[in-house]
């Protein structure tokens, strides 16, 4: 799985190779962006624009587990 770009100001893009989960959480582990559903093929736009300058992790939940791929918003 991609997230994409880091830095970033407004948006990041998720890209996965199977159907995936996909939520926002801040660097305390509080959601800021709900769960989202991200599908084989298609990159998965998600806003960053009315959040804090700061880190996140997008948080990438499929069949075979979890990852956590870390961002930057300036």
């Not at 305390?28 to 959040?51: K, M, R």
Request: charged share 10%.
């Amino acid at each position: 799985a991609l997230a994409y770009p880091s830095p970033t100001q407004n948006e990041v893009w998720v890209s996965v190779n199977q159907p995936a989960q996909v939520t926002v959480v801040n660097a305390w582990g509080q959601v800021v962006v709900l769960e989202q559903t991200a599908l084989p093929g298609q990159s998965l736009p998600i806003s960053l624009a009315n959040l804090p300058a700061g880190w996140y992790g997008i948080l990438i939940r499929n069949a075979n587990g979890q990852i956590l791929k870390k961002i930057i918003k300036n």
